[in-house]
């Protein structure tokens, strides 16, 4: 047991063998920012000194690998946290590897220079939570300061021929170390708690902070007098994956989220190189959180050697998998001399690019082995995966397999641009879309005319973030992606279906009806043509050449951007019935206007661009006086 300081400093200085020191200038400040602090985290402070004790024991039990000749060999390696309410002091006194005069003037005394003023400055910044901060910077034993009005740390090296000695400090500008009296090896750390930290002296609100940071701490720790362990210990992403049983991970899932469906699917990663690290991730059933989810934002459990680093890490997957709850734990995240290592791009590049090819692995493997429950993946989280295509900076080519659309000779059902192109014919160019507000109206669409005639099958792309997706998904297997209403398509060259060339001279007996459509419709258009790719549909609306791609119309329209609507080409089909007896009216009959105006409306209707259809119903009225008479 720690001896008890009775006294602040008169009791340390009363000896003659104590010593006074002072501390740096960024220690100091470093000590009235947490001094002074008014964040309401404190409980961070002892995850801290937790992690400290735990170091000090891994380092003791990696000695006795090779030599037993220490103090105390069969003591056992454990950790306790000792409140005492009458005293007002809080004790957490481990058997770890202790520490001589000499190491705790070097390891107490002293802040890495450069990881003090890196705090310093990181703390000045608004929005900065201070338990992130000591999570990084290798100040984690400071951090007791919040809750301290002094500090005993009274330690006994392994060492069996070296002296205790005893580490004060109040806070103020000096320390003091004296030689001390404690038999046993390990480090004890007394803490005087303030009248507003006295919380920290209630079992169940040490429980309490015990499970949320420190419960797979790989030594068993026990608060108060009782011996039972209050840490589970054991961390289940750390075991071998075929020492696991599937119930096994369904109970840590639900401990993690209080989510009491099963998650769609999971994967447990165990990695040596480049660097090493433990995972356990789990795709939920549905996106949305529970009411009674403990996770309050989205990201992944950080773990350094069993100690939670940060509850939320967004670091670790790109925005578009947030949904994936699970834990990493690193090895290669140093504790506590300094943990400005979870901020090293290098490191954290390292492990999110780990992390991101398992997930996407963890999913690829969930569609090839289980099509019902992709179903069930793709209707709850397709849109996370087309915003990943729109916005991933590297490889978006990664997720291309993932996606699954309604085609139009198979609409009822999902495929993938794999099960597209095994249905292509042989002489298709390339792989087709259509976009639409619906996949109803986009099979009425004039636009699949000549790609139906062919028989070739087209993806049917109505939500809105497909044409965010379709400015990156541009070729797949070097096989191009293509828009049917693009006037320019890719079709088998010869045969009457050729399509006439933009700016082709017109038959003559098409030359009239060309005329009575620009005359009717004038400005609303930039041109009337004939083209031969329309089979069942009387016209359609195309954009003229140089003009932004429909693709990018609706991204700029969704992003409320302003842009210039181009005007659009009207092609005909003078094949069509309605366009064959429309010819053969006299160019004064009053119907030339109603069914003109009826057929320029009807494409902008099918377009989506119809600004107020109910306009159309008095034309449609009398179109149909007209039929009955």
Not at 47 to 72: H, K
Not at 144 to 159: D, K, L, N, P
Not at 229 to 252: C, G, L, M, S
Request: aromatic residues 8%.
């Amino acid at each position: 047991m720690a001896k008890k300081a009775t006294g602040p400093a008169q009791d340390a200085q009363s000896t003659p063998q104590s010593k006074e020191h002072n501390f740096k200038a960024e220690t100091r400040q470093l000590l009235d920012i947490l001094i002074h602090s008014l964040y309401t985290e404190r409980e961070i402070f002892l995850r801290e000194l937790i992690s400290n004790a735990s170091d000090a024991l891994t380092r003791l039990d990696f000695e006795l690998l090779t030599n037993r000749d220490v103090l105390d060999p069969d003591a056992e390696l454990s950790i306790r946290i000792l409140p005492d309410e009458a005293e007002g002091t809080l004790t957490i006194l481990d058997t770890g590897i202790g520490m001589t005069a000499q190491e705790l003037e070097r390891n107490l005394g002293t802040i890495a220079q450069s990881g003090a003023r890196e705090f310093l400055a990181a703390a000045q910044q608004n929005g900065q939570r201070l338990s992130d901060l000591i999570g990084q910077f290798g100040v984690g034993f400071y951090s007791a300061f919040m809750v301290a009005e002094w500090i005993r740390v009274t330690s006994r090296s392994y060492q069996k021929d070296a002296q205790a000695a005893a580490w004060f400090c109040t806070g103020a500008d000096t320390f003091t170390i004296e030689p001390a009296d404690k038999a046993e090896r390990g480090t004890a750390v007394v803490i005087k708690l303030k009248e507003d930290a006295r919380e920290f002296l209630q079992e169940h609100r040490l429980r309490e902070i015990l499970r949320k940071h420190s419960d797979f701490v790989p030594f068993p720790i026990s608060i108060g007098e009782s011996t039972e362990q209050a840490n589970r210990q054991t961390a289940i992403w750390r075991q071998q994956p075929r020492e696991v049983e599937q119930k096994d991970y369904h109970d840590f899932y639900q401990q993690l989220t209080l989510d009491f469906e099963e998650p769609l699917t999971y994967a447990h990663m165990a990695v040596d190189a480049p660097v090493q690290m433990y995972a356990i991730l789990y795709i939920p059933t549905k996106p949305e959180r529970s009411i009674f989810s403990p996770r309050k934002e989205e990201g992944l459990k950080l773990y350094a050697r069993k100690i939670l680093i940060q509850e939320y890490n967004k670091d670790l997957l790109p925005e578009y998998l947030n949904f994936v709850q699970g834990v990493v734990d690193s090895e290669d995240i140093p504790l506590n001399v300094s943990r400005e290592a979870v901020q090293s791009s290098r490191l954290m590049a390292q492990l999110k690019k780990l992390v991101t090819g398992k997930v996407l692995d963890m999913i690829k493997k969930l569609a090839a082995e289980d099509a019902e429950k992709y179903a069930a993946f793709w209707k709850n989280y397709a849109r996370y995966i087309k915003q990943g295509v729109a916005i991933e900076p590297e490889e978006p080519e990664a997720l291309y397999p993932l996606l699954r659309f309604h085609t139009t000779d198979q609409p009822e059902t999902w495929s993938s641009l794999d099960d597209y192109i095994a249905r292509m014919k042989p002489d298709q160019k390339g792989i087709y879309y259509i976009i639409g507000d619906d996949d109803r109206s986009v099979l009425y669409s004039p636009h699949l005319d000549v790609v139906r005639h062919y028989g070739y099958p087209v993806l049917m792309m109505t939500d809105p973030l497909d044409a965010f997706m379709l400015v990156r998904l541009t070729r797949y297997k070097e096989i191009p992606v293509s828009n049917v209403a693009t006037a320019s398509l890719a079709l088998p060259e010869g045969g009457e279906d050729k399509p006439s060339e933009d700016g082709e001279t017109p038959a003559p007996d098409h030359a009239g009806l060309i005329e009575r459509f620009k005359n009717i419709l004038g400005e609303r258009i930039s041109d009337v043509r004939i083209t031969t790719r329309l089979v069942d549909s009387p016209a359609r609306l195309v954009d003229p050449e140089g003009a932004m791609n429909q693709e990018m119309q609706r991204v700029y329209r969704m992003l409320n951007r302003e842009y210039e609507v181009p005007k659009k080409v009207l092609e005909l089909n003078p094949r069509h019935i309605l366009l064959t007896r429309l010819q053969a009216l006299q160019v004064d009959d009053p119907l030339n206007e109603l069914v003109v105006e009826q057929i320029y409306e009807d494409a902008l209707l099918i377009e989506g661009l119809h600004p107020d259809p109910a306009s159309m119903i008095a034309r449609i009225q009398k179109l149909i006086e007209a039929a009955l008479v």
